[in-house]
């Protein structure tokens, strides 16, 4: 009965939308939602899949709603093929769904239900943990750049600290300890403005997490938290649309800025932003719109193929295979990928930034899909891939047994693997192998140390440990 009401509900919804707004690819749109909040949600684990999807699917959509709500239109409405792109984005979401489901039955099938044991770590180590790599996560970076065949596997291992930053916001939020939660979210946040690229975004998302994890509707403390993580993830995203430029100038031409520098320096842009008239905030809120609904340049190459270029038959997933399956510790020569901007150009016709500038404008694997394999093709890879991640998020979920390590590590490869609408095939591939390699065999690592050393887990969980020589009878 319950399900007939929410599909009934679904279908007059998007009627009433597509009848009042005449944008029937938005109302579309809105079963998609739903079927991420409705199936996205796997039993066991932390709610990423729906929020990863949920900014996937804004990804897809957001130029529609905004033109709907403002009359201004975004740029990539100016491609006559933008609406076919965005019906091919919101099919390619349907299809991970599916994927998703269908690899996580099978793992779930076959992998028993292990015994979890809920800490791991006591309050001190957790906040060792945390800071220190917290103060050398520049140093390691460094090392990163001045290693290329070690580069992905110690930038990988920094994820660390989006897992730790993930298990101190869940217990604080567990005892209700919200102000010291805020103030790390707050932290994070202005530490993440002060660097090149948004930063900022994952601890946005990871607060976002925790609190959906534990949310209780009938709280109204609940509610506030998650509409104020929300409302301050959307604005910060506008706010850094309009400072990153010079931000970015700024870190160019001093390297040597301390940290206390880099946070004076962007508070000094947000604070000069803040005061600028609406027509400036606006323009912001339309490059917002813009950097989000990535589908300008994929609807210029909808168009050119294959009417213009013919399907290449495969050879971009070929190569982005050959590129992720060849590591550069055992190739040290390995080349590297075409820079995303070149294909940009040769598909669409359009001069834009490149390599040239030190930078790249992204084509994602939706559009580098239909390149190879047209449609219905392009989305047997993205099927594939799909079930692979979702048998990948059940056998971490099944394997490792100490249920913070496990919630924390596939909170963050599975964001910072699903969440990018735009990102090329090679390069969401590389990041999710790279996660799961380093970041998930790390903690496979530590969770199989803490199982078979239970003194040590004690200590490290701040347990008291019984006698080695003590009678387990006299314990029960």
């Known amino acids: 009965m319950q399900w007939f009401a929410e599909v009934f509900a679904i279908v007059l919804t998007v009627l009433a939308v597509g009848g009042v707004t005449d944008q029937w690819h938005m109302a579309f749109s809105l079963p998609v939602l739903w079927a991420i909040w409705r199936f996205m949600r796997f039993e066991g684990g932390p709610p990423v899949l729906a929020f ?5 699917w804004a990804q897809v959509v957001i130029g529609l709603f905004y033109f709907a709500a403002t009359g201004r239109q975004p740029l990539a409405m100016s491609a006559d093929r933008y609406g076919d792109m965005v019906l091919i984005g919101l099919v390619c979401i349907v299809v991970f769904m ?5 690899g996580d039955w099978v793992v779930a099938r076959r992998m028993p239900i292990r015994r979890m044991r809920e800490t791991s770590l006591s309050w001190g180590y957790l906040l060792i943990f945390y800071f220190g790599i917290f103060a050398f996560r520049g140093a390691l970076r460094d090392f990163a750049w001045e290693n290329p065949g070690l580069a992905q596997g110690v930038l990988a291992l920094t994820y660390i600290r989006f897992a730790l930053f993930y298990l101190i916001l869940r217990r604080l939020v567990h005892s209700e300890r919200y102000a010291l939660a805020a103030g790390f979210v707050v932290v994070e946040v202005a530490l993440g403005l002060t660097g090149f690229f948004a930063e900022f975004r994952e601890p946005v998302f990871i607060a976002a997490v925790v609190l959906a994890e534990q949310f209780d509707y009938r709280r109204s403390a ?9 409302t301050a993830g959307v604005f910060i995203g506008i706010m850094w649309i309009g ?8 870190v160019d031409e001093r390297q040597s800025f301390t940290m206390s520098e880099r946070l004076h320096y962007t508070s000094g842009l947000a604070e000069d932003w803040w005061k600028g008239n609406g027509e400036d905030k606006m323009a912001s809120v339309d490059g917002f719109v813009d950097r989000m609904w990535d589908v300008y340049y994929p609807a210029l190459a909808l168009a050119r193929v294959p009417s213009v270029l013919p399907h290449t038959d495969g050879e971009m997933m070929m190569t982005a295979l050959e590129h992720v399956l060849t590591p550069r510790i055992l190739v040290p ?5 075409e820079s995303d901007s070149l294909q940009v150009r040769r598909y669409t016709g359009q001069m834009v930034a ?3 500038q030190l930078t790249t404008i992204s084509f994602g694997y939706e559009i580098q899909g ?6 219905p093709g392009m989305f047997v890879p993205v ?3 799909a079930i692979f991640m979702g048998a990948a998020y059940r056998f971490f979920l099944r394997i490792i047994s100490h249920r913070e390590l496990a919630v924390a590590v596939i909170t963050v490869i599975f964001w910072m693997s699903l969440y990018a609408y735009n990102r090329s095939w090679a390069k969401m591939l590389g990041l999710s192998l790279t996660l799961m390699a380093y970041l998930g065999g790390a903690t496979y690592l530590i969770d199989r140390y803490l199982a078979s050393n239970p003194e040590a887990a004690d200590e490290l969980a701040g347990r008291s440990a019984p006698m080695p020589d003590a009678d387990p009878h006299l314990l029960s």
């Open 333 to 337: 020569n390995k080349k590297d990928i």
């Open 383 to 385: 099927l594939l891939y």
């Open 243 to 250: 400072i990153r430029t010079t931000q970015r100038e700024g």
């Open 52 to 56: 990863a999807f949920t900014f996937h």
């Open 370 to 375: 239909y390149i190879d394999y047209g449609i």
């Open 98 to 102: 599916v994927g998703m489901k269908l």
């Open 222 to 230: 609940h509610w506030a938290a998650l509409t104020i993580v929300g």
């Open 354 to 356: 490149g390599p040239e």
